[in-house]
């Protein structure tokens, strides 16, 4: 089995290997990726990291992930995952120890609870819905972002590429 890093190792081959049906930004630089940790107070997992540093943010067959970048017109401000969840923290009452990676397509927010960092340091992938406070009621995606996202994408691309 492998780790979550290797996972989105995975993952950006599978994003290159497929780029009629992907996007994504040319990636964050450790100044940036600094930033957006001293923002949202809290570091990113090993795995999700590597996937911004690689991309900034992305999709591929339809699966879109929020990651971190910039845009020349909202200037310095951090997008993306920083942005979703600063939002959510203010608005929604969002703990501060979840960070915002894509949207769930039914309300919720899919998030990285860094509460719960395993012995690698990876964060379990959940589902947040807008006003709960039970953690034990939220959904779990994966035990890592690296292989939820990677599982994820592979499915997604392998149903898009059947259709086609």
Same mark, same amino acid.
């Given at each position: 089995?492998?780790?979550?890093?290797?996972?989105?190792?995975?993952?950006?081959?599978?994003?290159?290997?497929?780029?009629?049906?992907?996007?994504?930004?040319?990636?964050?630089?450790?100044?940036?990726?600094?930033?957006?940790?001293?923002?949202?107070?809290v570091e990113f997992p090993l795995s /999700?990291?590597r996937l911004i540093e690689e991309f #900034?943010?992305? @999709?591929?067959? %339809?699966? &879109?992930? =929020? !990651?971190?970048?910039?845009?020349?017109?909202?200037?310095?401000?951090?997008?993306?995952?920083?942005?979703?969840?600063l939002d959510a923290r203010s608005q929604?009452?969002?703990?501060?120890?979840?960070?915002?990676?894509?949207?769930?397509?039914?309300?919720?927010?899919?998030?990285?609870?860094?509460?719960?960092?395993?012995?690698?340091?990876? /964060?379990?992938?959940?589902?947040?819905?807008? #006003?709960?406070? @039970?953690?034990? %009621?939220? &959904?779990? =995606? !994966?035990?890592?972002?690296?292989?939820?996202?990677?599982?994820?994408?592979?499915?997604?691309?392998?149903?898009?590429?059947?259709?086609?």
């Amino acid at each position: 089995m492998m780790n979550a890093v290797e996972a989105s190792e995975r993952l950006i081959e599978l994003v290159h290997e497929n780029d009629d049906i992907a996007n994504h930004a040319e990636g964050c630089d450790a100044e940036t990726m600094t930033a957006a940790e001293r923002d949202l107070g809290v570091e990113f997992p090993l795995s /999700y990291r590597r996937l911004i540093e690689e991309f #900034g943010t992305w @999709d591929v067959a %339809g699966e &879109e992930f =929020l !990651g971190v970048y910039q845009t020349p017109a909202m200037g310095q401000k951090l997008l993306g995952s920083v942005a979703e969840t600063l939002d959510a923290r203010s608005q929604y009452g969002m703990p501060s120890d979840l960070i915002v990676t894509m949207f769930d397509g039914m309300g919720g927010l899919v998030v990285l609870d860094a509460s719960q960092a395993d012995p690698e340091g990876e /964060y379990p992938v959940l589902v947040w819905n807008p #006003g709960v406070s @039970d953690r034990e %009621g939220m &959904e779990r =995606l !994966g035990r890592n972002f690296g292989s939820f996202a990677f599982d994820l994408c592979q499915r997604a691309v392998a149903r898009w590429r059947e259709s086609g």
